[in-house]
C-alpha cells in the first residue's frame, strides 16, 4: 500500500541512519554516502505512492540506496576507495614524497553516524549486523570487491536480505545473485579466516591504558616509548601519501623524522571512528600560534598493543567529526 507522509517520516526515522551507513560501506566515502543516502531518501518520497508492500519498507529503502551507490560506482574512474596499501608496496622509511591528492582515498566514519541514532529505536527488521560492521579493516576489505560482487555481500551477509530480495535490489537473477555472493565471500575469508571484525571495539583496563600512555607519549614527543606500544608487525600509513611502513623501527624512523619538522606542541583529542579508537592530531601551525588539525588517526588494538594506525590526513573530516579547525595552545 502507498506510504502517507507521517509512515514514510517513521521509516526514515527508523532506518535511515542504517542506509547512510550502508552508503558509506558501499561508497568508502563521508560525503559521497551522505549524498547518496539523501538521493535515495529523495527518490523514496517521490516515489512512496508506488510502494506496493510486496517486500518490507525496509527492503524497499535499501534497494533504492543501492541503486544509487552502483550508479555511483558506475561513474566513478576508479569504483573503490582506496588505503595506501592497496597501491603500493611497503618501504622502509624515506622523506616523504608528495602526497596524491588525485587518488580516492578511503575515509573513516565518524562515531555519530554510526552510534547515535536521531531515534534510539530504530526497528525490530534493523539487526546488530546492519548497524555495526563498519570497522575499519572490514570497510578496507570490501572495497577490494566488485560493486555488485560488494552490494550482495552486504545486503545478504550484513543487511539480512534474502537471495530473492537482494536479486531484485541489483537487478539480477537469483543464480547470478548466489554466484556473486560465493565469490566475495571467497575472498573476503582469504582477508578474514575467522570471520570479519563486527561491532564496536570494546577496550578493558589494559586498553584505556594503553590509550592514555599513547596520548602521553605522542604529545611528548617520546618515540622510543610510542613504539613500544606498537606490535611488532604494527602498519603506519597516511593517505593521501602513497608511502606506509610496517614494524617498529621504520614507524619510529618516520616519526623521529617527521617531528623534527612540526615543532614540539602536539595536542590528540580522542574519539571514536568505525567504532575504534581514534584521536585528532593538532599540531603547531606554521604562524607557530594556535594548533591546526591535521589527521584523524584510526586505531586497531589487539592483545595490548596497537596493530595499526591510519591517519588520515585531511583537514576538512574534523568537522564531520564535530571538531574545531584549530585549538589554542595549552594553557592559554
Known amino acids: 500500500m ?4 507521517t509512515a514514510f517520516e517513521h521509516l526514515v526515522d527508523r532506518h535511515g541512519r542504517e542506509i547512510r551507513i550502508h552508503c558509506y560501506r558501499m561508497l568508502g566515502s563521508i560525503q ?5 543516502a539523501q538521493e535515495a531518501l529523495l527518490r523514496a518520497w517521490r516515489g512512496r505512492d508506488a510502494f506496493e508492500g510486496r517486500a518490507s519498507a525496509r527492503t524497499w529503502l535499501y534497494r533504492i540506496a543501492t541503486h544509487v551507490c552502483l550508479r555511483v560506482l558506475e561513474r566513478r574512474a576508479i569504483a573503490r576507495r582506496v588505503v595506501p596499501e592497496f597501491v603500493g608496496a611497503n618501504v622502509p622509511f624515506a622523506a616523504l614524497a608528495d602526497p596524491d591528492h588525485d587518488t580516492p582515498w578511503l575515509e573513516p566514519l565518524p562515531d555519530a553516524v554510526s552510534r547515535e541514532p536521531p531515534d534510539p529505536s530504530p526497528g525490530p527488521e534493523a539487526s546488530a549486523e546492519a548497524l555495526d560492521a563498519v570497522r575499519l579493516a572490514f570497510v578496507i576489505a570490501i572495497q577490494a570487491l566488485p560493486p555488485r560482487q560488494r552490494a550482495v555481500l552486504l545486503l545478504r551477509d550484513v543487511v539480512g536480505l534474502s ?3 537482494t536479486a531484485a535490489a541489483i537487478d539480477s537473477s537469483t543464480a547470478a545473485t548466489n554466484s556473486a555472493l560465493q565469490r566475495a565471500r571467497a575472498r573476503l575469508n582469504a582477508d578474514f579466516p575467522d570471520g570479519p571484525p563486527q561491532g564496536p571495539l570494546v577496550l578493558d583496563d589494559e586498553g584505556r591504558r594503553l ?3 599513547y596520548v602521553e607519549t605522542w604529545e611528548a ?3 622510543a616509548g610510542f613504539v613500544a606500544l606498537l606490535a611488532r608487525d604494527a602498519i603506519w600509513a597516511m593517505p593521501p601519501w602513497r608511502e606506509w611502513f610496517v614494524g617498529r623501527e621504520p614507524i619510529a624512523d618516520f616519526l ?3 617531528w623534527r619538522h612540526v615543532g614540539d606542541r602536539r595536542r590528540l583529542l580522542q574519539t571514536v571512528a568505525n567504532g575504534q579508537p581514534a584521536f585528532a592530531y593538532y599540531r603547531q601551525a606554521r604562524n607557530g600560534g594556535e594548533l591546526e588539525a591535521f589527521a584523524i588517526q584510526v586505531l586497531d588494538v589487539e592483545d595490548g598493543a596497537i596493530r595499526r ?3 588520515f590526513v585531511e583537514p576538512r573530516l574534523f568537522s564531520a567529526f564535530g571538531l574545531p579547525l584549530r585549538l589554542a595552545p595549552a594553557g592559554r
Open 309 to 311: 594506525i591510519t591517519n
Open 221 to 223: 614527543g617520546d618515540v
Open 163 to 165: 537471495a530473492a530480495e
Open 32 to 36: 559521497d554516502a551522505e549524498d547518496a
Open 256 to 258: 623521529a623524522w617527521a
Open 211 to 213: 590509550l592514555a600512555r
Open 2 to 5: 502507498p506510504l502517507n507522509a
